[in-house]
């Protein structure tokens, strides 16, 4: 069949212009934006579950709006919203870490000890 | 921003889309609007607070022309951040479209094939594609207007479809037909008795604003005109599924194959810009040809820039540069009087400013930072042979 299998390009042809000092700031803002996108999408589905749930005599969003949290159910989620900030700020905090990582501070040195220690 | 949210239109020639798809679709325009509406306005506050006052003390004069306000703005944080998630809402905005087409081509490709009997559609695998529009892909989507992936491809007529309505963020209307219908409404309000019998439409891309001539002027033949050939096949497509009978044929509109005096109607819709300077010239000749004696030639663009201060013409400037629209600054600044009389053209140039006739949604009465289809108004460009 025609157009079984094709994939469509990616890239419009013409330099791509970046904006910030340093363009990975740009990267990071898109990829920042397709998480966004992608966030969102999931939020839809989770809207559309509502709605078709309500809608099927499921249950309703009013359900899930006055439903109770037990001590569990919150003590739960907040382990996973620690999770989560921890995950997410991993670069900070790594950061942080390596202040008194200094055998490490050198990378080039540790390379030339591996490849060098034959010697 | 809108006061209701109405969706595109569907009609036959649109990829179906998943849950998710459609999701991601939805989240592009939001994106756009949120810009519009949200961070667009804080470039004037950047410029009056910090970016201007860095110029002048420097200068001890204010900024007096677009490049002026760039050095200055180029190197504001808030232009910046604002510059680089505008191109990142026009690269998402081609990726959501894709996404369902590559998934479902080849039922696109089929349905296309089988387009029932309406209007017709000539193609010429021959025509060559003018340098400007293989130079760079226009708007950035990837491939342009012409790539073709594979027999009778549509995929970029299908995804250009999809993206026209994200991009105007529904402000064009259900069936992307602002510039069309906007045109008719001010053609039968100025020239209430012209009912023209043969209509051209130059560039046509997917025909979404040629079908309001095709609607308003039912007993009129319409023709339209496009170099890239997956425009073509969708656009016919998508006519034929709204049972509005019009003309497709692949031409270039710098020399096309219809007689001299054929036509009582030639248009345009935000074509020029996207041409060169030897090419529209030619086009606004060969206009002035194939119109009969008293026909009317009418583009239909976004405003020049004459009149507006040299801060809004460097926004409004945006795209030059950053959406892939090279000929976009000298065709905002060219003397269309000068065009059209050395074309042939005698009667008064026709250069107004149309009101928009979708007028559903509020406006942002600004053509600036990718909000065109919310401008309010068109510009129309033209004459009388």
Same mark, same amino acid.
């Given at each position: ?119 | ?42 470039? =004037? ?175 009129? =033949? ?89 801060? =809004? ?73």
């Amino acid at each position: 069949m025609s157009g079984e299998g094709v994939t469509l390009k990616r890239r419009a042809k013409g330099k791509r212009p970046f904006y910030f000092s340093d363009p990975d700031v740009d990267r990071l803002l898109s990829m920042i934006m397709a998480l966004a996108g992608e966030l969102s999408v999931t939020r839809d589905r989770l809207d559309t579950l509502e709605r078709v749930a309500q809608e099927k005599g499921l249950f309703s969003q009013v359900d899930i709006e006055t439903f109770a949290l037990d001590e569990e159910a919150l003590s739960d989620r907040s382990a996973r919203h620690q999770t989560l900030f921890k995950e997410v700020t991993r670069i900070i905090s790594a950061e942080l870490e390596g202040l008194d990582d200094t055998d490490a501070s050198d990378y080039s040195a540790v390379v030339a000890q591996v490849e060098n220690d034959d010697a | 921003m809108s006061a209701t949210y109405k969706e595109q239109a569907r009609h036959g020639a649109l990829p179906e889309t998943t849950h998710d798809e459609l999701a991601r679709q939805h989240f592009v325009r939001s994106f756009k609007e949120y810009l519009v509406g949200a961070i667009h306005p804080g470039l =004037e506050t950047a410029y009056e607070k910090r970016a201007k006052p860095t110029f002048e003390a420097e200068h001890q004069r204010e900024p007096e022309t677009m490049q002026e306000v760039g050095t200055v703005m180029k190197q504001d944080s808030h232009y910046q951040a604002w510059s680089s998630l505008l191109r990142t809402s026009q690269e998402m905005m081609w990726s959501s479209a894709q996404i369902p087409v590559e998934r479902t081509l080849p039922s696109l490709v089929g349905n296309a094939r089988n387009t029932p009997p309406c209007g017709s559609l000539t193609l010429d695998p021959k025509l060559m594609t003018p340098a400007y529009h293989t130079a760079v892909d226009i708007h950035c989507q990837p491939g342009g207007y012409h790539t073709e992936y594979t027999e009778d491809d549509v995929a970029q007529g299908a995804i250009y479809d999809r993206a026209v309505y994200l991009y105007a963020m529904g402000q064009m209307g259900v069936n992307n037909a602002d510039m069309g219908d906007s045109t008719v409404a001010w053609l039968q309000s100025e020239y209430p008795d012209f009912v023209p019998e043969k209509i051209l439409d130059m560039g046509c891309a997917v025909g979404h604003s040629t079908l309001p001539y095709a609607s308003s002027f039912p007993d009129a =033949e319409v023709h339209a005109i496009d170099v890239a050939a997956p425009m073509l096949r969708h656009a016919h497509a998508r006519a034929s599924a709204m049972q509005l009978p019009v003309h497709f044929s692949q031409q270039n509109a710098e020399s096309t194959h219809y007689a001299d005096n054929s036509f009582d109607l030639v248009v345009s819709h935000i074509l020029l810009h996207e041409t060169s300077s030897a090419a529209i010239k030619n086009i606004i000749g060969e206009c002035y040809r194939v119109l009969k004696p008293g026909g009317l030639m009418l583009h239909v663009e976004t405003p020049p820039y004459e009149g507006m201060s040299p801060f =809004e013409t460097f926004l409004f400037d945006w795209d030059s540069e950053n959406n892939n629209e090279p000929f976009w600054r000298k065709s905002h600044q060219l003397d269309l009087d000068a065009l059209a009389s050395n074309a042939g053209f005698e009667k008064p140039i026709i250069k107004v400013m149309a009101p928009s006739a979708f007028q559903e949604t509020q406006r942002s009465m600004t053509f600036q930072g990718g909000d065109f289809g919310g401008g309010g108004v068109w510009f129309i460009y033209g004459c009388q042979k």
